[in-house]
T-cell receptor, first 114, second 111 residues
Framework: AQSVTQLDSQVPVFEEAPVELRCNYSSSVSVYLFWYVQYPNQGLQLLLKYLSGSTLVKGINGFEAEFNKSQTSFHLRKPSVHISDTAEYFCAVTVSGGYNKLIFGAGTRLAVHP | EAQVTQNPRYLITVTGKKLTVTCSQNMNHEYMSWYRQDPGLGLRQIYYSMNVEVTDKGDVPEGYKVSRKEKRNFPLILESPSPNQTSLYFC??????????FGPGTRLLVL
């Protein structure tokens, strides 16, 4: 079975500073990986996804993530955050191909301070 | 516009009073699912459906029912709600193994 661990429940950071949100997964088969963002009082929006190919994936709003198979990680990064990036971020994994269950991490709350 | 809609967005009810939360998608997706979101637990899948008349339990199905009579609709039914079902609920749909689209959420309070 697959599982996802988001290593930080909360990450405070100053505006314009870089940020990394960590995500580790476990799976014995190949996977698809996703990062979703949830702004206050809103639904989940896809930030980026890794299906195959290049391990560095670029998403919306200047975010990127790197798939590291040997370390089973899919950390999310942004070189310079804005106040508007304050939100909860969820990492998710599913077995590649077909209609397999999407497993979510517990979420990381990013708080950007002026 | 491709979207998943849920109604109602907010609901306060009392223990034992049956309720239904509707979910509809306009993308002709085969796969639909319901999640609940609770602090510190992320999203947990309640039920899912692979296609019309095909549904199955997720991780936390107790106290919930679903139906899939049409491809676009996937209502969530709470026959006898209890306070531990107070939560934020999301409906989602996808086609194949890729991007899952989420509805805006339904915030439920059971008194």
């Amino acid at each position: 079975a697959q599982s996802v661990t988001q290593l930080d429940s909360q990450v405070p950071v100053f505006e314009e500073a870089p940020v990394e949100l960590r995500c580790n997964y476990s799976s014995s088969v190949s996977v698809y990986l996703f990062w979703y963002v949830q702004y206050p009082n809103q639904g989940l929006q896809l930030l980026l996804k890794y299906l195959s190919g290049s391990t560095l994936v670029k998403g919306i709003n200047g975010f990127e993530a790197e798939f590291n198979k040997s370390q089973t990680s899919f950390h999310l990064r942004k070189p310079s955050v804005h106040i508007s990036d304050t939100a909860e971020y969820f990492c998710a994994v599913t077995v590649s191909g077909g209609y397999n269950k999407l497993i979510f991490g517990a979420g990381t709350r990013l708080a950007v301070h002026p | 516009e491709a979207q998943v809609t849920q109604n109602p967005r907010y609901l306060i009810t009392v223990t034992g009073k049956k309720l239904t939360v509707t979910c509809s998608q306009n993308m002709n997706h085969e796969y639909m699912s319901w999640y609940r979101q609770d602090p510190g637990l992320g999203l947990r899948q309640i039920y899912y459906s692979m296609n019309v008349e095909v549904t199955d339990k997720g991780d936390v199905p107790e106290g919930y029912k679903v139906s899939r009579k049409e491809k676009r609709n996937f209502p969530l039914i709470l026959e006898s709600p209890s306070p531990n079902q107070t939560s934020l609920y999301f409906c989602a749909s996808r086609q194949g193994g890729e991007t899952q689209y989420f509805g805006p959420g339904t915030r439920l309070l059971v008194l």
